[in-house]
């Protein structure tokens, strides 16, 4: 899909020309500036309004479909001081600022991230690393409570659609928080005061750019994959694409015994399940460590695909919040299962529990194969809805 296309969509207008006629522009039958300048807002669901003399918030909400409480929402202390000319307001559209549909990759993560931050200013964003492909890492914060609560995404590239899920989750629990609503029956201003999330939503940029056809393939980033996928011919390519561009699998890169799993794993990089050449070595993984390290999570959840499954127990069995794996599995519908041994170590979760002992999940959400049609996000998000409110409530 043509971004174009998106935002038409999320402008609620079903070609170019009946965009052009709503917003009282020139038909002129092209992509004309005028018209691409207009629809571009649409992408991150806000206008950047400079206010007229004797313009009232009304006039302005009337002019973009928008409501006086969401104009506040998204502007602080714009209660407090009066309207001057020129002053420079940021209006929320009436559309979703992540849709069921959009189609996924680094830049589009950009332009969610600049769509929830105008809408909820609350939101703070921090580049945790940039990958070897030059892409961002981003670490999200919102709430204020002494519960710390880490949850991440898209660690293997083509599961993707775990990054766009909570992303999907964010921006609802965003709208709880502004508009006093609850989220799966939680208030979202008590979550917030309760809690501090951190989001990290898309660990593996640079994999997930190619796993999603975000990276051409007359380019060198391409070939450079298909060489590595070379190793590995059983594997579609690139669909079966989990690694991060390196050719290392990122969640068998943490230092859990992972000389272990380096010993029943491939012994060079390819599309998946190469542990690198030492724990660590990536700067995805390095910055997620560091970072661990910095905020002491209390609790931590790792989304992938798939199976329906909930993994919460240490390498010996443990569960440490045995009550609260039991309200995840039963809430979703997902199973609490033991890790399969081969799937063991070397993984964020791994990593986590053995340092701390505390409560940490993976979720390995959906079923089918992967990766997961972008179709599945609306079930997936009814089964994780309730996993992600649990989390933040504890
Ligand atoms: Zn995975």
């Known amino acids: 899909m043509h971004w174009t296309e998106l935002a038409l969509k999320k402008a609620g207008c079903g070609s170019r020309e009946e965009f052009q006629r709503k917003n009282g522009l020139n038909l002129s039958g092209r992509w004309d500036l005028p018209t691409c300048r207009a629809l571009w807002p649409w992408l991150p669901g806000y206008v950047l309004h400079r206010m007229e003399p004797g313009q009232t918030l009304y006039q302005v909400a ?51 991230l600049e769509g929830l931050q105008a809408r909820c200013p609350y939101l703070e964003a921090k580049a945790l690393t940039k990958t ?20 991440t995404a898209g660690h293997h590239a083509n599961e993707y659609i775990t990054s766009v899920l909570l992303w999907r989750l964010l921006e609802d629990y965003c709208r709880s928080i502004r508009e ?67 050719g290392v699998d990122l969640n068998l890169n943490y230092p859990a015994q992972w000389e272990r799993v380096k010993a029943r794993k491939p012994r060079r990089p390819g599309p998946r399940d190469y542990p690198g050449p030492s724990p660590l070595s990536q700067p995805e993984t390095m910055a997620l460590a560091d970072y661990v390290r910095r905020i002491h999570p209390d609790l931590l959840a790792a989304w992938h695909t798939q199976g329906g499954e909930i993994y919460a127990a240490d390498g010996q069995g443990r569960i440490p919040d045995e009550n609260l794996a039991r309200k995840l599995a ?43 049609p972008m179709e599945d996000l609306r079930q997936l998000y009814e089964e994780n809805l309730p996993i992600f409110a649990l989390l933040l409530a504890g």
């Open 62 to 112: 009337q002019r973009y479909g928008s409501s006086v409480q969401q104009i506040l929402a998204a502007n602080c202390g714009l209660k407090d001081r009066p309207l001057l000319p020129g002053q420079a307001v940021q209006v929320p559209l009436d559309c979703m600022v992540v849709p069921w549909d959009a189609p996924f990759g680094s830049q589009m993560q950009e332009i969610f």
């Open 132 to 151: 070897a492909g030059g892409r961002t890492v981003w670490a999200l914060r919102l709430g204020t409570g002494p519960r710390r609560v880490l949850l």
């Open 180 to 246: 006093d609503v609850g989220l799966f029956g939680f208030s979202g201003r008590m979550l917030f005061r309760r809690t501090s999330l951190y989001l990290v939503p898309l660990v593996n940029p640079d994999g997930v750019d190619l796993a999603t056809g975000e990276i051409e393939p007359d380019s060198r980033e391409y070939t450079a994959a298909q060489d590595l996928a070379a190793t590995q011919p059983q594997v579609p390519f690139p669909s079966g694409w989990k690694a991060n561009l390196q």
């Open 330 to 372: 039963s809430a979703s519908g997902y199973q609490l299962c033991s890790v399969p041994p081969e799937s063991e170590g070397g993984g964020l979760r791994d990593w986590f529990l053995q340092e701390t002992g505390k409560p940490a999940f993976t979720i390995e959400a959906g079923r089918g194969e992967n990766p997961l």
